[in-house]
């Protein structure tokens, strides 16, 4: 089976770009979340783990490799575990597939995609780096609120507090509002207040 795979990071964008020519395939998964979040933490990522192991799997094309994610060390892992089980991926963009006709591993499109990988994964670290200083400069400015409402804390101090900078990781990872709230065990009423003030702040209002 023909897998196409494409994400996005959310609802709010389109995929028209990444999904062409669905005839050419036997199968669309598609996922809305974060590029940092593993693969195969993905429901996505999940659905197509499940069909591997029942032999479901021939080849996946994705349209470029940061689709598959913008960690590094993450894609490389998921090549590898494809590749052990046989299974060429193309991305369309690049032109390159991780296997030959002979089914043995390319090590010209290995090294291209690791090369891309690092340029993903820059690219992430280069957008939360934007947002950090999106709220240095604000605090700078004096543009944003002293107090966030409900607490005695700044809106800085509020967000520097541990279990607020992990939720702050966890949204902008893509997780949801419920497993963010389990994982950090906070109320939800917490969490949307951290998503105000962080927004607040990272816009300079």
């Given amino acids: 089976m023909h897998i196409k795979y494409s994400r996005i990071s959310s609802i709010s964008q389109r995929n028209d770009r990444q999904v062409q020519n669905t005839k050419d395939f036997d199968f669309i998964i598609e996922d809305t979340c ?11 990522g999940k659905r197509i783990e499940k069909m591997v192991a029942k032999n479901e799997v021939t080849k996946i094309s994705a349209h470029s490799i940061d689709r598959f994610g913008r960690d590094l060390l ?32 390319n090590p010209i499109s290995k090294m291209i995609i690791s090369i891309l990988g690092v340029v993903a994964e820059m690219e992430r670290n280069l957008i939360r780096e934007r947002q950090l200083e999106g709220i240095a400069i604000a605090k700078a400015k004096g543009t944003y609120k002293g107090r966030a409402k409900g607490t005695s804390l700044s809106n800085l101090d509020f967000l520097n507090k541990p279990k607020v900078k992990k939720a702050i990781d966890l949204i902008e990872k893509g997780y949801k509002q419920s497993e963010i709230a389990t994982i950090v065990r906070l109320h939800p009423n917490t969490l949307s207040k951290i998503k105000k003030t962080y927004q607040s702040v990272n816009n300079g209002k």
């Fill in 74 to 105: 993450d894609v490389l892992n998921s090549i590898k575990y494809f590749s052990q089980k046989g299974i060429c991926i193309e991305f369309s963009q690049q032109g390159l597939r991780t296997l030959d006709d002979d089914n043995k591993e």
């Fill in 34 to 44: 974060s590029g940092s979040i593993p693969f195969f933490e993905r429901e996505g």
